[in-house]
């Protein structure tokens, strides 16, 4: 095993090494391919950014995180219980999420094909032991299991409406889930370099996503990232013991509630508004949370920092609650669950408030990214 320093300069190698590699993957797709994922014959869709841009950004994740699996073989020892049932799972899932978005990227997928395909990542997910732990039932864990999968697919792509606002989002929650192993020092596995490795391949992206952004991520990046963020839910937050390693539901409902506050927050005031209309949920529309909060007088970078700064205050919360509270009481769950519960008003209120006038041209699938 590497000492302490020799560590740390390997896994900020990883991470130097993903984002450069992003960078470069990036920079050579916009050269060569700009025209992929642009649907020149397809029906009119709904984008808050009036031109049209290539949207290959999630071939980058995938990428450099096939290179930070085989990079994990190579540098650290893998001992004869190497082989991990859930780490196949969670390739296999991340992959099959990939390639459904890369044809909705290139086809324009019919919707049944879209769900079905997310459903059987969650599947995968569950058959390869990685799955919620909080009903001690298999069935009700596993129902819940692969809502959450599905739900965090949609949730993603569905966020993946403003420049940067997906990838930002995504950055937080994986910086949270990386800041534990900091805090605790625990010796880094497989998920550590996979998480510091799409971590690198993020801000890569964000070079030619932030406003005004020269590429979209695709549904190939918000389908893998869907199950990649979904994974490390469910082994960071959700089955995560805390402070004192005692299983205790309420922390850790709490805890991936505040944590994935945004994607949740946004796809859930999307669907009230519209089944209020009595549209579609599953609609295009420039009826986010982000568009509203540009409605109300923000600028696209100012709302990319506001959700960035919110995602990290979110996850800082997640990590006090993980790390630095020894007996978790109900005082503790309402102050977490209210919090939630506040951010959700104040953007729900905030739609409203701008007027549901504003969310015109309800007519594509949510498929498209930055719609």
Known sequence: MFSGDRLFFILTGIFIAALVFSLLVNSVFMRFFRTFGIRENAPKVV??????????GGI??????LFAFALDSALFEQGPTA??????GLLLSAGLGFLMGLADDAYDTRPLLKVATQLACGFILVLSGTGIHLFGIPVLDGALTILWVVGLMNAINMLDNMDAIAALVCLCILITA??????????????????LAVCG??????FFNWHPSRMYMGDTGSQFLGVFIAYIGIRYFWNNTGYNGAFQPWRQVSITFVVFLLPLVDTTTVTINRIMRGTSPFVGGKDHTTHHLGYAGLTDPQV????????LFSGFLGLVALRFIPEWSPL??????GYAVVVFLLL???????????????????APPNE
Request: a positive charge.
């Open 201 to 206: 391949a993020l801000c890569g992206f964000l």
């Open 348 to 366: 729900f209120g905030i739609t409203r408030k701008s007027g549901n006038e504003r969310a015109d041209g309800l007519s594509h699938p949510e």
């Open 178 to 195: 990386l800041a534990q192993f900091m805090v605790a020092r625990t010796t880094p596995d497989v998920n550590t370099i996979l998480m």
């Open 332 to 337: 503790y769950t309402w102050l977490y669950l």
């Open 83 to 88: 082989f991990r049932s859930e780490l196949l």
């Open 60 to 65: 980058s994740f995938l990428l450099v995180f």
């Open 304 to 311: 990319a920092m506001a959700f960035g700064g919110l995602g």
């Open 47 to 56: 984008r808050w950014n009036a031109s049209s841009k290539p949207a290959f």
